[in-house]
């Protein structure tokens, strides 16, 4: 199954959690013929073999297109498991924040496949994941603390530099605070970047009734809101300790320091 | 939280086929042991020999919630509860499902059925808990977290944390909302294994393999 045989079109959301994906993730869901998949351990068998073992990333390296064609039919069965139709010209959302670590097997397996990737000021990325209670896993874990928050952060940041310095990583940036500040146009651009077409219908995202499972999915159910812009200012005393891990990233961004 | 061997279970299992009960205590244990997809297979199988199992229904639908489906989970809980009315675990977990789907009205619903069941019942108490803070009735929810914090349940006891930290945040007592941020942190980071390798120590072994790639060891174009 090498990619233009590919049942579907499909698209990337990702982002570091706690950025926005799930609210893009929902208003591409608003389109016709858009499967949004939320969370789901779509890679997992290719994660088991490219990404836990410590040799790992020489795999994934050296893997033939044959070998590569097992995983991408597995992520295929996989969409299929989850009760997704797919006819002609339908296009896959695949919107799980933390596949932003396994970035470069996401590029190895789907390189022509369009991402999206999710901005937010990084201060309340790292603010929002320390307050909030994920299943757990290897990640989530890093949550438990500000300061492990504050790292993952970093070095997820620094894997995606990598990948656009190595390996053409090339996606549409979508700032969360640009899109609750202008919802039409940042709105239109993911659309079109998408392949969709835009109608009024996009700003109702939050009444679509799709099932949310995300923990973001109570703010995103009260539609947009700018509540949770610059968050952090009112923890700035407790999140000192972590501000100058995350200044590169706060410039490299474009969000003000201080 | 009860749930396969709770009270009812074992009523309605007596009638069933030998074979379905054991299908239906092998979903429990796959799902105790987190195989949710595995625990899966085993309730639709002890279903196929046994279609009004109560307890297999229940086993289904966690797994299901377990999976991810939320929806699919409400419509199993349902079943099971068509069989057993009484079975307050499937009641909790329908009530948390509807909380965290902003549906409030039937989180109530179901909550209050099961405490109508079962005094107490922390399931119960922490999905009325999501709908007040969902419904910013603040001080219907604080006398609900602070004792669902006092449990035993190292999870249950950081999510009431981390919701009692967005009950101070919301009441402008961010010293006090840290406070509790951290708590729920350090309650889940005792209650769980670590891994391994950790997930910032993963990321930079992959981040300095990819760095460390010449262009002929990689089989797409590097740039």
């Given at each position: 199954m090498t990619e233009p045989d590919a049942p579907a079109r499909l698209l990337f959301v990702l982002g570091f959690p706690r950025s926005g994906t799930t609210l893009l993730g929902q208003i591409l869901a608003t389109r016709p013929r858009v499967a949004l998949?939320?969370?789901?351990?779509?890679?997992?068998?290719?994660?088991?073999?490219?990404?836990?073992?410590?040799?790992?990333?020489?795999?994934?390296?050296?893997a033939s297109e044959a070998e590569l064609d097992g995983y991408r039919a597995d992520f295929w069965a996989r969409v299929a498991a989850h009760g997704i139709a797919l006819p002609q010209g339908r296009l896959v959302v695949e919107q799980t924040a933390f596949n932003t670590v396994y970035l470069p097997l996401i590029l190895r397996l789907f390189?022509?496949?369009?991402?999206?990737?999710a901005l937010r000021d990084p201060r309340?990325?790292?603010?929002?994941?320390?307050?909030?209670?994920?299943?757990?896993?290897?990640?989530?874990?890093?949550?438990s603390t500000l300061e492990g928050a504050a790292q993952l952060y970093c070095d997820t940041m620094q894997l995606t530099e990598t990948c656009r310095q190595k390996l053409g990583f090339r996606p549409l940036e979508i700032r969360n605070e640009d899109l609750i500040?202008?919802?039409?146009?940042?709105?239109?651009?993911?659309?079109?970047?998408?392949?969709?077409?835009?109608?009024?219908?996009?700003?109702?995202?939050?009444?679509?009734?799709?099932?949310?499972?995300?923990?973001?999915?109570?703010?995103?159910?009260?539609?947009?809101?700018?509540?949770?812009?610059?968050?952090?200012?009112?923890y700035a005393q407790e999140m000192a300790p972590v501000l100058p891990m995350l200044r590169p990233w706060v410039d490299r961004f474009g969000y003000p320091f201080g | 939280?009860?749930?396969?061997?709770?009270?009812?279970?074992?009523?309605?299992?007596?009638?069933?086929?030998?074979?379905?009960?054991?299908?239906a205590r092998q979903a429990d244990s796959l799902n105790a042991l987190g195989h949710h997809r595995r625990a899966l297979r085993a309730a639709s199988a002890a279903l196929a020999v046994a279609p009004d199992m109560a307890p297999a229904w229940f086993q289904a639908g966690l797994a299901q919630q377990m999976l991810n489906h939320p929806e699919e989970?409400?419509?199993?809980?349902?079943?099971?509860?068509?069989?057993?009315?009484?079975?307050?675990?499937?009641?909790?977990?329908?009530a948390n499902i509807h909380a965290l789907q902003g549906r409030y009205r039937e989180a109530r619903a179901f909550a209050q059925h099961a405490l109508a069941l079962a005094p107490g019942d922390a399931g119960a108490?922490?999905?009325?808990?999501?709908?007040?803070?969902g419904e910013c009735r603040l001080d219907d929810a604080e006398p609900r977290l602070l004792w669902l914090a006092d449990q035993d349940d190292p999870m249950l006891k950081s999510i009431a944390l981390g919701f009692l930290g967005d009950l101070r945040d919301a009441q402008g007592r961010t010293g006090e909302a840290f406070a509790a941020y951290r708590n729920a942190g350090e309650v889940s980071r005792a209650s769980l294994p670590s891994p391994r390798e950790s997930g910032s120590a993963q990321v930079r072994r992959i981040t300095r393999a990819i760095e460390s790639l010449t262009a002929q060891a990689w089989g797409a174009p590097l740039q």
């Open positions: 998949l939320e969370e789901r351990p779509l890679l997992a068998k290719a994660v088991a073999h490219f990404y836990d073992p410590p040799d790992g990333p020489a795999r994934l390296a050296a390189p022509a496949a369009p991402i999206v990737f309340d990325v790292v603010f929002g994941c320390f307050r909030r209670r994920f299943a757990p896993n290897r990640f989530t874990l890093e949550f500040a202008d919802f039409d146009h940042e709105s239109q651009r993911l659309c079109a970047f998408a392949g969709l077409d835009w109608n009024d219908a996009v700003r109702d995202f939050h009444q679509s009734g799709h099932t949310l499972t995300t923990v973001s999915g109570p703010q995103i159910r009260r539609g947009l809101s700018d509540a949770g812009v610059g968050q952090w200012r009112r | 939280m009860q749930d396969f061997h709770g009270q009812g279970a074992a009523s309605s299992q007596s009638s069933q086929p030998q074979d379905a009960v054991s299908l989970a409400v419509g199993c809980y349902l079943e099971a509860l068509r069989r057993e009315p009484q079975m307050t675990a499937a009641h909790a977990r329908l108490v922490m999905a009325l808990a999501r709908a007040d803070l």
